[in-house]
């Protein structure tokens, strides 16, 4: 009987409460495990090792992932230092800035406005030649060590080049590996190419989204090249790519015309969007807390993509305007990239600081008292490649203000009200409206909860496995092909 080999590599390495990524993975292990319980079909699980290549992952080891993961909470970290806020080195302008004022300071009070003054009229010009030693280094460091090529041109020759020694992979042909965690860091798609190519297996892999590419100031580091190159590699090693939205199929399709790679097979599947029942009493301190007072939601990392400053300013400016008794905003996420000017200012900003609040390692069981309490959810994000939060507002019943950006509107459809994520007045106004209705937001939530068809994750994974399953080839099929 062929195999669905499902990796786990993200799961297996997590020691936090599930977001995005993490949980698709999750819950596509967990109904594995029910398959295989069930005896509905074969499945076995996998995770992979850059030195010893894919190595069989037990079920009770997958099972003790699980557990951590599903049993992770505000409670459990009660004893653990807070979450790490690494503060990057200071950018090269702030460092030209601040020596700039050193220097004039030094100079006779005769002379500091004039010396002042002459630096403010050439910020420009200093501005310009930072950015051309920027490039200079860069172009030098190119030069130096040039990235590897290969990515607008794929061949077998070239996934045929050597990799590390390791094993080969367990897979058998007419097997089906299926990976959605975090490729990119975690797998060699070469290598994966190789085993496909000599044991004759079928590759099912996922794109979320392709932000790092069309988007790149929005993630951490110059990531363009080397996610061009997985997305190539991708295109290339995939027997069928599983996106989770049409946004991201369209823009995926785009990409891959652009490097002039083939173009894989591709379907769209709809992520689960209902938090699992946890059965416990135990309430975290921080949001036990919340629970009595009036607050709005937003659930998501805290980063620079996701945009808390627009809400930020959002809630500034309607207590500039005078607005009394505003409810809180709760930021649920950890800290991420880009956000340290952001993080200093909620921690510091006197209009706002005691209006937000931060909450991290909520457990799935608070997440959901969380959704259930809330006024409302918002999710102001500058691009997704779906929009998990809008769909678990929505499947908690609950009224959403959000982007109306790339995949959002395809999630919340016209059960949501969009607002461009970049218009401040706008979410202060929209905001402003819907806490001074409730009857109205009421309304609101009582036609969500009429119409919204929320899709659980057992459907999700089924769907994922309906797909594999699809891509099958038992060794009588082979035969009948070949003849």
Known sequence: MNTIWLDVSTVMVWHRPAVGIVRVEAECAAYGLQRLEAAVGSVRFCRFHLTSGYQEVSTAELRVALAGIQGRSAAAHKNEPPPPHVVPAVPMERRVKALVLRLINRLPAGLRASAFAFAVQRREAF?????????????????????QVGFLAMTDSIFGAPTAQRPPAPFRSGDV????????????????????RNLGFKVVLFCYDV???????????????????????????????????????????????????????????????????????????????LLGQRFVLFVSTIERRKNHETLYRAYARLVEAGEANLPLL????????????????????????????????VNDADLARL????????????????????????AAGKCCLASSVASIPEVGGDLVEYVDPWDVPAWAERLLWYFN?????????AQIKGSYQPMSWPKCAEDVFGHATGLMITPLTQQATSC
């Open 437 to 445: 209705n409730p009857s109205l937001v009421a309304n609101k939530e």
């Open 330 to 361: 709760v930021f649920v996420g950890m800290p991420g990239w880009g956000v340290n000017d952001l993080m200093a200012d909620l921690q510091l900003d006197p209009r706002t600081k005691d209006l937000i609040k931060l909450l991290h390692h």
């Open 127 to 147: 501005a310009a030649a930072l950015r051309g030693y920027r490039e200079l280094r860069h172009a030098i460091k190119t030069f130096v060590r040039p990235p």
């Open 211 to 289: 932000i790092p590419v069309k988007f790149p100031h929005l993630c951490v580091g110059d990531v363009v090249a080397s996610f061009a190159r997985y997305f190539a590699n991708l295109a290339w090693c995939a027997d069928k790519v599983l996106c989770i939205s049409e946004c991201s199929q369209n823009d995926l399709k785009a990409l891959l015309s652009e490097l002039g790679t083939p173009l894989p097979n591709m379907s769209v599947i709809k992520l689960g969007c209902q938090l699992p029942l946890v059965a416990t009493d135990v309430i975290a301190s921080d949001v036990a807390a």
């Open 371 to 394: 959704y259930q309490h809330a006024l409302m959810t918002v999710f102001p994000s500058l691009y997704e490649g779906w929009g998990l939060p809008v769909a678990e507002s929505l």
């Open 177 to 196: 590996y299926v990976s959605m965690g975090l490729d990119w860091d975690q797998k060699d798609l070469v290598y994966l190419y190789e085993q496909k």
